[in-house]
């Protein structure tokens, strides 16, 4: 066995806002300079990518990309400093979830299996 942590925000009425799905969109739009292209690097409609992004953006109270219509050079999308920002806060904040999370696990599963005999024997005996 071992720990999973899925960790998601959620907002006053507790619907999720953010979490690893809009993360890697984020970074996906970062990475490919557009959104349409980070919802098909994810196998996504474009449709649900850009409600998910408006969603987040409603949250936050802020743009997480900076737009460019086509025309000559295609258009895209960039990270504004903000949304980076909210991507490497919530990178920190996942990764030290999981790490106490790996932390309580070995304090409580893995201290018991030093306290258990390493032998257990065969079925039926003892």
């Known amino acids: 066995m071992e720990p999973v942590t899925k960790l998601y925000l959620v907002d006053q009425r507790g619907e999720r806002v953010f979490g690893e799905g ?8 970062e990475d490919t300079g557009s959104l349409r292209g980070a919802a098909q690097s ?7 990518a850009l409600k998910m992004l408006r969603r987040v953006e409603q949250e936050v109270g802020y743009p997480l990309t900076q737009r460019s219509v086509g025309g000559r050079d295609g258009g ?9 920002e909210l991507l490497s806060r919530y990178e920190r904040y ?3 979830c ?3 999370n790996r ?3 070995q304090e409580i599963f893995c201290a018991q299996r030093e306290e258990a005999p390493a032998d257990y ?6």
């Open 22 to 29: 809009p993360f890697r969109l984020l970074q996906a739009v």
């Open 42 to 48: 994810m196998h996504m409609a474009y449709t649900k």
């Open 76 to 84: 895209g999308s960039r990270l504004t400093e903000e949304g980076k």
């Open 94 to 96: 996942r990764d030290r």
């Open 98 to 100: 999981q790490a106490a």
């Open 103 to 105: 932390r309580i696990y």
């Open 121 to 126: 024997g065969e079925p039926g005996e003892g």
